[in-house]
């Protein structure tokens, strides 16, 4: 069965701290592991999917990296608007469904 | 990516009744699936709407309880069928397919959220 886990649960930093959010996972063929970014009552946002071990992306102050256990969400010098719960989710090779994390809730203080 | 939306956003029901919400989709996709999030948790697949068959739904969720339509490639429903307050949720649909700018990622609605009393 495809799991995914992901930590801290919550991550406080001030406006500027950069910091790194963990997604471990396993998963029978990886197929693509993605990102979300979710703000509350809203549905997740797509950031970023990643194929393959060494694989890197970048979306302005967020860099996503993969390897073959885990993913990695750097936050570069964050802004109050980051503050946000990131989703990391793996899909299959087999299928399209996606199995997701329990999400880390990062808040950015000024 | 696609515009997706959900209707009701929002709804407040009575234990015993149904709720029918639907996902409209502004391009053809090839994939709907639809997905709860439960009240601090992260999101789980209920289901895959087949267009034109009987949906596919995962370990846990059966038809009598979530029943799903798909009757063409931009628009899906689901029912949350003799609710109870354990279905208090938020209903997400999302959509993958090769009409999109990315074939393989899915997008996500904005969702529904279910209060049950």
């Known amino acids: 069965e495809d799991q995914v886990t992901q930590s801290p649960e919550a991550l406080r930093l001030q406006e500027g701290e950069s910091s790194s959010l963990n997604c471990s996972y396993t998963?029978?063929?990886?197929?693509?592991l993605f990102w979300y970014r979710q703000d509350p009552g809203k549905g997740p946002e797509f950031l970023f999917t990643?194929?393959?071990a060494g694989e890197e992306k970048e979306k302005e102050r967020l860099k996503a990296t993969l390897t073959k256990k885990e993913s990695f969400l750097h936050i570069t010098a964050p802004k109050p608007e980051d503050s946000a719960t990131y989703l990391c989710a793996v899909q299959a090779a087999a299928g399209n469904k996606l199995t997701f994390g329990g999400g880390t809730r990062v808040l950015v203080k000024p | 990516s696609a515009v997706i939306s959900q209707k009701p956003s929002r709804d407040i029901c009575q234990r015993g009744t149904s709720l029918t919400i639907q996902c409209q989709v502004d391009?053809?996709?090839?994939?709907m699936f639809w997905y709860r999030q439960q009240p601090g948790q992260s999101l789980t697949l209920i289901a895959t709407a087949n267009q034109g068959s009987e949906a596919t739904y995962e370990s846990g969720f059966v038809i009598d309880k979530f029943p799903i339509s798909r009757p063409n490639l931009t628009f899906s429903t689901l029912t949350v069928s003799n609710m109870s307050p354990e279905d208090s949720s938020i209903y997400l649909c999302?959509?993958?397919?090769?009409?999109?700018?990315?074939?393989?990622?899915?997008?996500f609605g904005p969702g529904t959220r279910l209060t049950v009393l």
């Open positions: 391009s053809q996709v090839t994939m």
């Open positions: 999302s959509v993958e397919g090769r009409f999109l700018t990315s074939t393989d990622t899915q997008y």
């Open positions: 990643l194929y393959s």
């Open positions: 998963v029978s063929g990886l197929r693509g």
